[in-house]
């Protein structure tokens, strides 16, 4: 007959990394992606993410996810963020996001020729109503469609800081 005894450090191990895995992944109240058409975003399509914001006395940190294949042109992408608040007002920023340094390594994680990148485009930001947030991307590249994009999508952490 075979006993078979699970190491004690085995099992501490798991446990330490089921918590942190679960201890960041706390603060994320938003994480949405939107696939891209086979791969060729034309400026007409504007993915758009809506989520809640129920606490409105701590900050946030709102990010801009792209992945893109290894054959994108460009080492960067211009973006219209565009954010709607519960009231219906509409605020439109121009971003810049780098894809890459200056020698042309991509940022981010990539997995073959896959490239996944998380761009903050606010740090500390408020919400000033409880409420439904509407945030929409337009890419602004002269390239109309835009090939080697697969994704885009919007990430909102709260950052556990009180409003001053």
């Given at each position: 007959?075979?006993?078979n005894?699970?190491?004690p450090?085995l099992?501490?191990a798991?446990?330490?990394?089921?918590?942190l895995n679960f201890g960041?992944?706390?603060?994320?109240i938003?994480?949405?992606?939107?696939?891209?058409k086979?791969y060729?975003?034309?400026?007409?399509?504007?993915?758009?993410f809506?989520?809640e914001?129920?606490?409105t006395?701590?900050?946030?940190?709102?990010?801009?996810?792209?992945?893109?294949?290894?054959?994108y042109q460009?080492?960067?992408?211009?973006?219209?963020v565009s954010?709607?608040?519960?009231?219906?007002?509409?605020q439109?920023?121009?971003v810049?996001?780098?894809?890459s340094?200056?020698q042309?390594k991509w940022?981010g994680?990539?997995?073959?020729?896959?490239?996944?990148?998380?761009?903050?485009?606010?740090?500390?930001?408020y919400f000033?109503?409880?409420?439904?947030y509407?945030?929409?991307?337009?890419?602004?590249?002269?390239?109309d469609p835009?090939?080697?994009?697969?994704s885009?999508?919007?990430?909102?952490?709260?950052?556990?800081?009180?409003r001053k």
């Amino acid at each position: 007959m075979v006993i078979n005894r699970t190491h004690p450090l085995l099992l501490i191990a798991c446990l330490i990394g089921t918590l942190l895995n679960f201890g960041c992944q706390t603060n994320m109240i938003y994480d949405d992606n939107e696939e891209i058409k086979n791969y060729v975003w034309d400026s007409k399509v504007k993915p758009s993410f809506t989520f809640e914001v129920k606490d409105t006395t701590v900050l946030y940190n709102i990010y801009i996810n792209v992945r893109h294949v290894d054959y994108y042109q460009f080492n960067n992408i211009w973006l219209n963020v565009s954010a709607t608040f519960p009231d219906g007002a509409t605020q439109v920023n121009r971003v810049e996001i780098p894809l890459s340094d200056e020698q042309g390594k991509w940022h981010g994680e990539g997995l073959g020729d896959i490239w996944d990148y998380r761009h903050m485009i606010q740090q500390g930001a408020y919400f000033s109503k409880p409420g439904s947030y509407t945030f929409s991307l337009e890419h602004l590249m002269r390239k109309d469609p835009l090939p080697g994009i697969m994704s885009v999508g919007l990430r909102v952490e709260n950052t556990g800081v009180g409003r001053k």
